[in-house]
């Protein structure tokens, strides 16, 4: 199994901050998520103007479903100067409407601190329907 060290390194392996038009970046954010399958994925932030781009977790995320995984184990977020990001909220309810099992996910959100993605969302959009 990976450490959480190894997932770490792996989302800053990608980081490779590149300006754009306007003067937004791409890649500046790195994510690394090990699945139920035991399987890594790797994605980077997009910031656009109008609000079109995507956090690395969406972009790691859309590579895990791109081979038919859903649940994801492991996952961690870093900037480019090495910090490891807790994520944002869109990301936590994003994870979770994946699949219902990664309530349990863990969350890396220091670099020795790890929590399960249901106690970074304790409230859930979903739960009064």
Excluded at 102 to 120: E, M, Q, S, Y
Aim: include cysteine; hydrophobic fraction near 40%.
């Amino acid at each position: 199994m990976i450490t959480n060290n190894e997932l770490i390194d792996k989302a800053k392996s990608i980081i490779k901050p590149k300006k754009m038009k306007h003067g937004f970046i791409a890649s500046d954010c790195g994510c690394a998520l090990v699945t139920a399958k035991d399987n890594v994925f790797l994605g980077v932030s997009i910031d656009t103007c109008s609000s079109m781009g995507f956090c690395s977790e969406h972009s790691a995320i859309a590579a895990m479903i791109t081979n038919w995984e859903y649940k994801i184990k492991k996952i961690v977020a870093v900037d480019e100067d090495g910090m490891v990001l807790p994520p944002c909220g869109r990301c936590r309810e994003f994870i979770h409407q994946i699949h219902e099992d990664n309530l349990d996910a863990d969350v890396i959100v220091k670099n020795n601190k790890v929590v399960k993605l249901k106690d970074l969302l304790p409230y859930r959009w979903d739960e009064n329907l």
